[in-house]
């Protein structure tokens, strides 16, 4: 990864926001860890996070409505869903509602960095793509 990912993870169970940030903090990345829509809220006006690593299964606001929220007011943050309770009701939603990726539970550390790696390259295409037509040598529109 060129720049350095900000990644979000939100999970109910500490061991697995522990295991998360151990993970990728391992992989360079900027990793902050949260377990309530509240406290997801918080931290993303605070400063937006590139990747949001989100447990479906969570007290208070479930992961399909944190999803929900993430994507209306920060769409340019990729999720990735990672859940012990995988259903194909729930990668339907998820996928509708903008997820990027949709990984069941138990995931080993590889799988946690390639999903992240991925959803970073993803997010780097998408922004450029978002910018205008640059002009060429001959002073052409490309």
Not at 57 to 84: C, N, Q
Not at 88 to 96: F, I, P, R
């Amino acid at each position: 990864m060129k720049t350095t990912p900000k990644i979000l993870i939100v999970d109910d169970e500490e061991i697995i926001r522990l295991s998360y940030e151990r993970i990728l903090e391992g992989a360079h990345c900027r990793v902050q860890a949260v377990w309530t829509w509240d406290q997801v809220n918080r931290a993303m006006q605070e400063e937006p996070f590139d990747i949001v690593l989100l447990d479906l299964r969570m007290p208070g606001m479930d992961g399909i409505d944190v999803l929900r929220e993430l994507k209306a007011r920060w769409p340019g943050s990729e999720v990735i869903v990672i859940t012990g309770y995988p259903t194909l009701e729930s990668v339907k939603q998820a996928v509708s509602l903008g997820a990027f990726d949709y990984l069941a539970k138990p995931v080993g550390p590889a799988q946690v960095i390639a999903a992240a790696n991925a959803a970073m390259l993803h997010k780097q295409w998408a922004l450029q793509r978002e910018i205008p037509d640059q002009p060429n040598l001959k002073g052409e529109a490309s």
